[in-house]
């Protein structure tokens, strides 16, 4: 992006320097720039070859701008950029009287007159030599600085590099603060009360997202996100899933010449982090490699869970206390390359590597009672262990023809080998052990993606892309269950069969998609894309599952119009959400026998339309944004809890196609720049959903359901730059209650401040910042019923914390060239499971896609 930024400049810089270079008074007004298919100057077979270098130090003057004029009109009639070694070239110049201007930032502008040209002819100015202006300064006071928030056509974009307390944390702790979105304290994305989010990172999937949003989140630094940006429309290009929206996570890179080293680290009583990100690059050929690790520890949890289950003959009840502590390792390893080919072709590839380890310790001790009448007491002590290794593999080509037309070939490998095991004693109100029950539970999801594009422009106005991609992905689930009496030694469990899934899915899918921009500032971008699934899956004890394959027309349209500082968007698009692996396993997860959970592998594929309206508008210091959606959702993948008959006071959750959503809300946020150091930013969400349809409340019973009402979030972010490099910045969040289809999940508040110091030199920092440091706990919540029961669960979370920071930049790197990175492989298209701890419950334990703008 930082290349393409220069281009762009240069550019820039080579239309001002024709428009403002003396030319006897005449200002030219030009239709098309010289030298691109639209311009209509007569050409010839002459060129004109040399070099742009340094006056003083005899060095390349890198992508100065160089102008040809026409002397008889003093018009500029070509024109062209000089590349990393100062050479330029003006090809099919037609035999005439010109003169040169060359220009560049920080330099003298330089005009070469007199330049006779004959047909025929290849005429080498030699060595152009630019003057450096240079001034020198007493202070200099930069009063602006880049918007928190921009908004473009399709998408919000959150430019995080601006958050000094990103340093530390992960990028669950950015994403709170970006408008729209919500991350509750387990790290569960939404968007608009949506959790069927699409989360890609630099416009790549990972199988680790198809497992949990949370996990994939834990795995990133916060101080390595550039941008997030939410897009709420996707357009046809985009993978058909990803109901609720999709969010691309930009992580900052590094493009310069030479050799440097970043090195971060924070240390605090609830986690420390240590990360080292290098990059080296050498003319056409570039190298990154980056490490982050993070340790989180001292996260206790303690709470309650009263569960009544109603019968014929009365009623069964547990109650509940827990207490827990949660620990856990994060890893993410990156190696990068690239390499430009020839100027219009390049290549890149890249390697990933992510680990999870993630412990949970849980006492639960259970009172049943029959009718009231205490009948036991039980002390359950469980062990879980739910790890993750991720793997990421891609390859890309791109070749650009001319501004805005290019091909793109994508390809990427990916691989998640996840482990959700547990392991659980129980003992009597004596101590006396009854038994042990262990879990074992691995599963494997791979994926491979292939993936073509071609974007051309129609006239200077008009785009044209389309495309085609495959994605074969497998996932696989083995699991099996051991018990043991007392103290004998443990045994397959008859009770809870061992068994195994095996289910493979292949993704066929092409896209067209056309954008218009008027003369009157409308942008109009439409689209259409096809996809067709099939579904291949069994299980070992029950044989093959019948699901039907099925294919999917998928629309979308997007408008805005700009004017007087304003801008209307409208926007309609079409989605599929498929289920992930997660809701998909049918390993019965009982670490906690009074909250089962379990997957449901004959989920069918969740349709959506959403329908969007937002306004926004500068006015001076302050941006406002308010969007009206809609969002219509069919055959939706819900969570159901429902009475386990087997079990005194259990539930059972799981996932159906119950029915139907229909939500309607508004997001609405304002970015007042007090000064030019002191930003505030305030948001609010607000939703109404209504759910409704049929679900299965037992093992023998199915019954209509429903449920409806709104759901509320807000905060308030704001920053202040001081003298000296000092900064500071403070947040809060607060989200009310959630609707579900049994009731309602209980809301929180969230909040944290902190400062840091800028070294003199810019090449480090220092800070400290806290989080929930005036409340002992977070406290939640959750209240679900039906007509077989009801069940009251409260929770606190110790989230008290403080850490200090430390960032150390090593080396020094020189301006590159403006090169344009080749596209890559974006799978958005999976449903992930991503609910959360319930209950004092351990969790159990991919991708459509996208392209680059």
């Known amino acids: 992006m930082k290349k393409l930024l220069l281009l762009l400049t240069c550019l820039l810089a080579l239309q001002t320097a024709w428009a403002q270079f003396p030319m006897g008074g005449v200002t030219p007004q030009r239709k098309a720039i010289p030298g691109t298919a639209d311009d209509n100057t007569p050409k010839g077979n002459s060129k004109i070859t040399g070099f742009v270098v340094d006056s003083a130090l005899t060095k390349a003057v890198e992508f100065a701008s160089v102008a040809l004029i026409n002397k008889a009109t003093n018009k500029p009639v070509d024109g062209t950029v000089a590349d990393d070694k100062g050479k ?164 900052k890179k590094n493009t310069l010449q030479g050799l440097n080293l970043n090195v971060d680290a924070g240390v605090g009583n609830r986690g420390s982090n240590l990360s080292l990100n290098g990059n080296y690059r050498k003319g056409k050929i570039g190298f990154n490699l980056g490490g982050f690790g993070r340790a989180n520890y ?26 827990g502590v949660n620990s856990g390792l994060f890893g993410n390893y990156n190696l990068g390359f690239d390499y430009d080919i020839a100027k219009n072709q390049s290549l890149t590839a890249g390697v990933r590597y992510g680990a999870r380890n993630m412990l949970n310790d849980l006492n639960l001790n259970t009172q049943s009672f029959i009718n009231d009448v205490l009948t036991g007491t039980v002390r359950r002590d469980v062990d879980t262990k739910n790890l993750s290794g991720t793997v990421d593999v891609n390859v890309d080509y791109l070749h650009t023809y001319k501004p805005q037309q290019e091909w793109s070939i994508s390809t990427q490998y990916s691989r998640n080998d996840l482990t959700n095991n547990f392991d659980a004693i129980e003992r009597n109100a004596t101590e006396a052990m009854l038994n042990r029950e262990k879990n074992i539970n691995h599963n494997l999801n791979q994926e491979i993606t292939l993936q073509t594009d071609y974007q051309t422009p129609l006239k200077k106005n008009q785009m044209l892309e389309f495309g085609a991609k495959g994605i074969m992905r497998t996932v696989n689930s083995d699991y099996q269950y051991l018990y043991g009496n007392g103290s004998e030694p443990l045994t397959q469990s008859t009770r809870q069969p061992s068994g195994a899934l095996d289910y493979n899915q292949s993704v066929a899918g092409g896209y067209a998609s056309y954008t218009l921009t008027t003369k009157n500032r409308y942008t109009i971008k439409a689209g259409t894309r096809y996809e067709y699934t099939t579904i ?318």
């Open 298 to 323: 001292n996260l206790k949890l303690q709470g309650f869970n009263d569960q009544t289950n109603f019968k014929d003959n009365g009623s069964t009840r547990t109650y509940q206390t827990t207490d």
């Open 88 to 251: 330029f070239t003006l090809n099919r110049v037609a035999a005439g009287e010109y003169k040169l201007l060359f220009s560049f930032i920080g330099y003298e502008n330089k005009a070469v007159d007199g330049v006779t040209v004959t047909k025929g002819q290849d005429l080498d100015l030699g060595v152009i030599k630019l003057a450096s202006k240079t001034k020198t300064l007493e202070e200099v006071t930069v009063t602006g600085q880049k918007e928190l928030i921009e908004e473009k056509v399709d998408r919000l974009v959150y430019n995080a590099e601006k958050d000094i307390m990103a340093k530390g944390g992960d990028a669950a702790d950015v994403l709170r603060k970006v408008p729209m979105l919500t991350v509750d304290l387990e790290g569960n994305l939404s968007l608009r009360g949506s959790r069927n989010v699409r989360v890609l990172i630099n416009n790549k999937p990972s199988t680790i997202v198809a497992s949990s949003v949370a996990d994939a989140l834990k795995q990133i630094p916060a101080d390595m996100i550039k941008t997030v940006e939410v897009i709420t429309s996707p357009s046809a290009k985009y993978d058909a899933e990803g109901s609720g929206g999709i969010i691309n996570i930009i992580t």
């Open 536 to 853: 291949e899956a069994s299980t070992r004890e029950g044989g093959d599952i019948s699901i039907p394959n099925y294919g999917n027309l998928v629309p979308s349209l997007n408008v805005s119009k700009s004017f007087k500082g304003t801008t209307l968007k409208l926007g309609y698009n079409r989605r599929i959400q498929r289920p992930g692996i997660q809701q998909l396993n049918p390993n019965i997860n009982a670490a906690n026998p009074q909250n089962i959970s379990i997957g449901n592998a004959s989920l069918r594929p969740e349709l959506t339309d959403n329908v969007e309206l937002g306004v926004s508008k500068n006015i001076k210091k302050l941006f406002v944004n308010a969007s009206f959606f809609g969002r219509f959702t069919d055959q939706t993948i819900t969570q159901v809890v429902s009475a386990n008959d087997t079990l005194a006071g259990g539930v059972l959750t799981t996932y159906q196609n119950i029915g139907s959503e229909r939500a309607v809300g508004t997001n609405i946020f304002g970015n007042l720049a007090i000064t030019s150091k002191w930003n505030v930013m305030l948001f609010s969400n607000i939703l109404y959903s209504n759910l409704r349809g049929v679900a299965r409340v037992s093992s023998s019973i199915s019954e209509p359901v429903s449920n409806s009402g709104f759901n509320v979030g807000g905060g308030l972010n704001t920053q202040i730059q001081f003298k000296n490099g000092w900064g500071a910045q403070a947040f809060g969040f607060l989200q009310g209650s959630q609707v579900q289809l049994q009731g309602r999940t209980g809301g929180f508040a969230f909040y944290s401040a902190g400062v840091k110091k800028d070294f003199k030199n810019k090449k480090g920092s220092i800070g400290i910042a806290g989080e929930n440091f005036l409340t002992k706990s977070i406290n939640i919540r959750t209240d679900r019923r039906s007509a077989q029961f009801t069940q009251l669960s409260d929770m606190h979370i110790f989230m008290r914390g403080v850490r200090l920071t430390f960032s150390y930049k090593i080396g020094k790197m020189t301006m590159d060239a403006p090169r344009k990175k080749g596209k890559s492989v974006n799978n958005d298209d999976v449903k992930s499971g991503g609910d959360g701890v319930q209950s004092g419950a351990p969790a159990s334990g991919g991708g459509a896609t996208t392209r680059p703008r």
